[in-house]
């Protein structure tokens, strides 16, 4: 039997949405973001660790339920809700917006919505007792 295709860390994904160079000012006002490349109808944004493109189209919040992004530490979540919540970006559970990933889990974050309303999560893999 032959081994399974080994998967790296995420090269790129596109994701539809409905006006790219609105959605790209969201994305880089609130995250370390800078636009590789646009056109009328799509945008490339990107950094060391992810690029993506937002493309002209039809948004389906629920194609994509949610995508998890890792944060440095805690001190970097508390900083992202705080600069999230300032800029009137919509966060779930408000006033007690950082939590458990899953029941019982030490893992913490933090979910929130873009302007064409899927749902990001920020989060902290901990292990247990630390």
Known sequence: MSSPVTLGPVAHFSLAVSDPSNSARWWTTNFDLEEWSSSDDKVVLGNDSVVFSLVRGRPDPMVLTHLAFRAAD????????????????????????????????????LWFHDVDGYRWELFVRRESGD
């Open 74 to 109: 805690m001190p970097a979540l508390a900083f992202a809700r705080d600069r999230l919540r300032n800029n009137g970006v919509n966060l779930e559970d408000p006033g007690d917006e950082i939590g458990a990933v899953a029941p019982g889990s030490a893992s913490m974050g």
